[in-house]
């Protein structure tokens, strides 16, 4: 079977981590008891996992460095939808989002609006659901947003052909006066609920391993062909030195591909080694 780590190394999409576990967290802002938002920015990544530091105020001029603690790990940390269906009783439900990017199972979510808010832990996903447990019923089209001690908003695009993501984390509390909050995270093109979606919708439709890889990274290149800051991500180099011929050449390397997924079985096809974002000189060519 398929895995979402074979379709990553096949797009050369290797999460990083940012700033690195050797370096200290990146500082994001400092508390004052008043103020609850705080803005966070991404340079040429999609933030997956977010871990949240605090570190306790220290002496103007000590010179002293921060002693930060991890206070609390968001499994993915942009959400913000809202649900096509309803809970219409306390207890396990199903939900169908119109949007699952960045729910994962485990991830806190923040439900509806007062006085019907709740937070509720993701206990399943599939491409297109979450169920939880709910303490509250909740009509149809209730929001869904990351879940306290803090709620990311969705991103911003930047300008100047890169992608500038601008959180903004809004905490249930504002921090103390004086002490520094940090945060690290998992940095990628595309997020595991992202490439979770195009690989069960692939499994839906073909029944071997070679054409559920095929049309993963169909959907993916479908994707790019729209989308070029995921493009920049992914190519780096490659794309700068000549945008318009590394479109044209993931164009055609799509029509190939469509060809081969759509225009009947081959004996003998091979899995396709596509890795966009190692060089051109690795696109795929169908084998027969």
Known sequence: ???????????????????????????????DGVATIF???FENSIPGTLTLYTAPATTAGSGAAPVWTAVSTQPSIIVGTTS????AAPGGATITPVSMANIVAGANLLIDQAPNQEIVTVASVTGTTFTANFALAHAVGFTIAGAPPYIVGAPNAGTNGTMATNAIITFAEAPAAGVQIGARCQLTAFSDTDLEAYLTRAQALYDDDVSVLKRTQYDILD?????????????????????????DSLQQLKAELRQDLFGGPVAGTAIPQLFIGASLQGRYTPLR
């Not at 096509?84 to 809970?87: L, N």
């Not at 490659?238 to 590394?246: F, G, H, L, N, T």
């Open 84 to 87: 096509e269906t309803e809970v």
């Open 223 to 247: 994707v790019l062909a729209m989308d070029y800051d995921r493009l920049i991500i992914l190519a780096q180099g490659d794309y700068r030195k000549d945008p318009s011929i590394y479109r």
């Open 39 to 41: 803005g966070l920015r």
């Open 1 to 31: 079977m398929v895995t979402l780590d074979q379709v990553r190394t096949q797009i050369s999409d290797r999460p990083q981590i940012w700033p690195a576990q050797s370096d200290p967290p990146e500082l994001i802002g400092t508390g």
